[in-house]
């Protein structure tokens, strides 16, 4: 399991207005943020550009009173934050891919948030480095393809193995089958077909 530091990023901007007024709760750390960044060689890419990109002041044209200007991340949280992460994990776009696009929306869920979670969990356990607060950055795809409703277009499929109905894999939660394949089959199931929610679970 994940620390309860891990932090999913999918938002654009952050809501500053409280921060201008009234400034951070408590003081920072000395050392600043040490963050832990996961994604693919582009995702990565924007996020160091976004960070470097806030350490600027930024604001509105024009002005608007209900949203006052943000004086940059290091002003207004009085900690650094260097666009270098102190970690960073790359997910090979092939492997993505051939979670992605299985046609079996349990598996694809499943296995596209157990790519990001298992080198998170790896890199915490083997890392002597220490980090903070994990960023996952996650391509349009994911968004795409990991939803209750998403729907993978068939000349991207890829066929899923031990395919399950969802009411069998459901009982064999509480009704174990003597077939070990069987049970280790059924897990995708049990969980929620949202990748968002998916990975909360699995690192808190």
């Not at 044209?61 to 290091?74: K, L, S, T």
Request: charged letters at 25%; glycine letters at 4%.
């Amino acid at each position: 399991m994940l620390n309860r530091h891990f932090c999913l990023v999918m938002a654009k901007q952050w809501r500053i207005d409280g921060l201008t007024l009234f400034g951070p709760l408590d003081e920072g750390k000395p050392y600043g943020i040490r963050a832990g960044v996961i994604g693919t060689k582009d995702g990565i890419q924007r996020f160091k550009k976004w960070v470097e990109h806030i350490q600027d002041p930024i604001s509105n044209d024009p002005p608007q009173v209900a949203r006052p200007p943000f004086p940059g991340f290091e002003a207004a949280f009085r900690i650094p934050w260097n666009p270098q992460p102190t970690l960073e994990i790359q997910i090979p776009e092939s492997e993505l891919k051939r979670c992605l696009f299985l046609n079996d929306k349990h598996q694809r869920v499943y296995n596209t948030v157990e790519l990001y979670s298992s080198k998170i969990i790896q890199a915490i356990r083997e890392e002597d480095l220490k980090v903070d607060t994990w960023f996952v950055i996650v391509p349009d795809e994911v968004h795409k393809y990991c939803r209750p409703k998403s729907y993978v277009e068939p000349s991207l499929q890829i066929q899923a193995g031990s395919k399950m109905p969802i009411k069998y894999a459901r009982k064999l939660q509480s009704e174990p089958s003597l077939f070990t394949k069987d049970n280790i089959a059924a897990i995708p199931y049990h969980y929620e077909v949202n990748f968002h929610n998916q990975l909360k679970a699995e690192s808190w």
